[in-house]
């Protein structure tokens, strides 16, 4: 983020803060995952808390997040506050009772008032309240050049679009010549992610939000007609070879960052991209002369069953508390506020979980989107792969890969994870 950028909304924004007058200085111990850019945004939110309190906040950044806490709640030594990937680590930490009840250090009324009930059910553990979520984003969304839908005279899909409609869309694509969609799953070791996040989607709009809940937490067969048929439907595009942009060998070898390029080439090769909010940043890193909404605009996810058409994914950090002290109650309330999320919205584009950040806060009209969806969502989950244990986590990935190259063995493959299921969720 541009200095400017951040002194002017440190301007606005800290007119609307109420805080806790100075007191002797006394530090908090930050532990994290974001550098550069995230890294600039979370100082600049805590210099205005530190500024009207006295109470320093100190930043520890590692990508072996993991590690660490797993190390340092052992050793004795925890942070007062760690800003976690997902809630899998949550979960465990709360269960091994290492963590703070934050019922006990946030105003409950304002939480309640500022957050929906699917963010306070993800961050509860056996009842009750340890996680608090924010910079999000939003997935699912279905990315397109509007250009090319003019250019091939095809409908623009919408909101309210359901499957059958954008497999319609799609075989109208091939027939005027271009490629329906374009996927790419290759992200090293991570590979085959991109194709969980499909599936996903695919689970949440077929089963719901309770049966998705049982997949992830290894209550659910993956040979079960549940989960099958989940599979199949996602293979209507990448088991057909007319469907996908240079079909599997193309979808095992593109990374992801780069998937979305064959929508904007010239001419394009693709017409339709599957991705979270975030790959916007990647397009235009991309094609910098691209105009948001003009150039490229997204949709939400189609809808499947009708019961489940406002659900969202989302994934999103999440904040769990170590220590109960004064100072870190009063920096755990701030960090709920609008006041301090509107930093991560205007100064990296993540969605914030405080429904009551004003969209003012996004840079373009695509984030603000974004963000609306997600705040008119009436189902949130998390991504379940995330949710999963690791090893259940790991042998997904590789079964997306092993299924782009040959759906035939989709049998054998969820036999495989089902084997993977019953010996690390015993």
Same mark, same amino acid.
């Given at each position: 983020?541009?200095?400017?950028?951040?002194?002017?909304?440190?301007?606005?924004?800290?007119?609307?803060?109420?805080?806790?007058?100075?007191?002797?200085?006394?530090?908090?111990?930050?532990?994290?995952?974001?550098?550069?850019?995230?890294?600039?945004?979370?100082?600049?939110?805590?210099?205005?808390?530190?500024?009207?309190?006295?109470?320093?906040?100190?930043?520890?950044?590692?990508?072996?997040?993991?590690?660490?806490?797993?190390?340092?709640?052992?050793?004795?030594?925890?942070?007062?506050?760690?800003?976690?990937?997902?809630?899998?680590?949550?979960?465990?930490?709360?269960?091994?009772?290492?963590?703070?009840?934050?019922?006990?250090?946030? +105003?409950?009324?304002?939480?309640?008032?500022?957050?929906?009930?699917?963010?306070?059910?993800?961050?509860?553990?056996?009842?009750?309240? $340890?996680?608090?979520?924010?910079?999000?984003?939003? =997935?699912?969304?279905?990315?397109?050049?509007?250009?090319?839908? =003019?250019?091939?005279?095809?409908?623009?899909?919408?909101?309210?679009?359901?499957?059958?409609?954008?497999?319609?869309?799609? =075989?109208?694509?091939?027939?005027?010549?271009?490629?329906?969609?374009?996927?790419?799953?290759?992200?090293?070791?991570?590979?085959?992610?991109?194709?969980?996040?499909?599936?996903?989607?695919?689970?949440?709009?077929?089963?719901?939000?309770?049966?998705?809940?049982?997949?992830?937490?290894?209550?659910?067969?993956?040979?079960?007609?549940?989960?099958?048929?989940?599979?199949?439907?996602?293979?209507?595009?990448?088991?057909?070879?007319?469907?996908?942009?240079?079909?599997?060998? $193309?979808?095992?070898?593109?990374?992801?960052?780069?998937?979305?390029?064959?929508?904007?080439?010239?001419?394009?090769?693709?017409?339709?991209?599957?991705?979270?909010?975030?790959?916007?940043?990647?397009?235009? +890193?991309?094609?910098?002369?691209?105009?948001?909404?003009?150039?490229?605009?997204?949709?939400?996810?189609?809808?499947?069953?009708?019961?489940?058409?406002?659900?969202?994914?989302?994934?999103?950090?999440?904040?769990?508390?170590?220590?109960?002290?004064?100072?870190?109650?009063?920096?755990?309330? $701030?960090?709920?506020?609008?006041?301090?999320?509107?930093?991560?919205?205007?100064?990296?584009?993540?969605?914030?979980?405080?429904?009551?950040?004003?969209?003012?806060? $996004?840079?373009?009209?695509?984030?603000?989107?974004?963000?609306?969806?997600?705040?008119?969502?009436?189902?949130?989950?998390?991504?379940?792969?995330?949710?999963?244990?690791?090893?259940?986590?790991?042998?997904?990935?590789?079964?997306?890969?092993?299924?782009?190259?040959?759906?035939?063995?989709?049998?054998?493959?969820?036999?495989?994870?089902?084997?993977?299921? =019953?010996?690390?969720?015993?």
């Amino acid at each position: 983020m541009k200095r400017k950028t951040l002194i002017l909304l440190l301007a606005i924004v800290s007119a609307g803060v109420a805080l806790a007058a100075p007191a002797s200085q006394k530090t908090i111990n930050f532990l994290g995952v974001w550098g550069g850019q995230e890294a600039e945004v979370f100082n600049a939110m805590a210099k205005q808390f530190e500024d009207k309190t006295g109470i320093k906040v100190e930043l520890e950044a590692t990508r072996d997040l993991d590690a660490v806490i797993t190390t340092r709640v052992e050793a004795g030594n925890p942070p007062d506050i760690a800003g976690l990937p997902g809630p899998g680590k949550l979960i465990e930490l709360a269960q091994a009772g290492k963590l703070v009840e934050l019922s006990k250090i946030l +105003d409950m009324k304002e939480f309640d008032k500022n957050y929906s009930s699917g963010w306070k059910s993800l961050g509860t553990v056996d009842g009750k309240l $340890y996680g608090v979520f924010m910079k999000a984003a939003t =997935k699912g969304l279905v990315w397109y050049n509007p250009k090319t839908f =003019k250019d091939k005279d095809l409908p623009v899909p919408t909101n309210e679009w359901t499957w059958d409609q954008m497999m319609a869309l799609s =075989k109208q694509a091939i027939a005027k010549g271009i490629s329906p969609w374009s996927i790419g799953i290759e992200s090293g070791a991570a590979s085959g992610w991109v194709g969980t996040d499909w599936l996903e989607n695919i689970f949440l709009r077929v089963n719901g939000p309770d049966k998705y809940r049982d997949w992830y937490e290894g209550k659910l067969a993956w040979t079960s007609p549940e989960v099958k048929k989940v599979w199949e439907i996602w293979g209507q595009i990448v088991a057909d070879p007319k469907m996908a942009y240079g079909g599997s060998r $193309y979808i095992n070898s593109t990374n992801f960052g780069n998937a979305a390029s064959p929508l904007f080439t010239k001419p394009p090769q693709a017409l339709l991209h599957q991705q979270a909010s975030f790959i916007q940043g990647f397009i235009m +890193d991309q094609f910098p002369t691209l105009k948001p909404v003009e150039d490229f605009d997204f949709v939400a996810f189609p809808a499947i069953d009708p019961r489940y058409s406002k659900a969202v994914e989302a994934a999103a950090d999440v904040i769990a508390v170590f220590r109960d002290t004064p100072e870190v109650k009063a920096f755990v309330n $701030y960090l709920t506020s609008a006041e301090a999320q509107a930093f991560w919205a205007a100064g990296t584009g993540a969605l914030a979980t405080n429904k009551n950040v004003s969209l003012v806060f $996004y840079s373009d009209p695509l984030i603000r989107r974004a963000a609306d969806i997600l705040n008119k969502s009436e189902i949130v989950v998390f991504d379940a792969s995330d949710m999963m244990k690791s090893e259940m986590n790991a042998a997904f990935w590789s079964a997306v890969v092993s299924y782009v190259e040959n759906p035939k063995n989709l049998d054998s493959i969820l036999a495989q994870l089902e084997k993977v299921r =019953k010996e690390v969720y015993r």
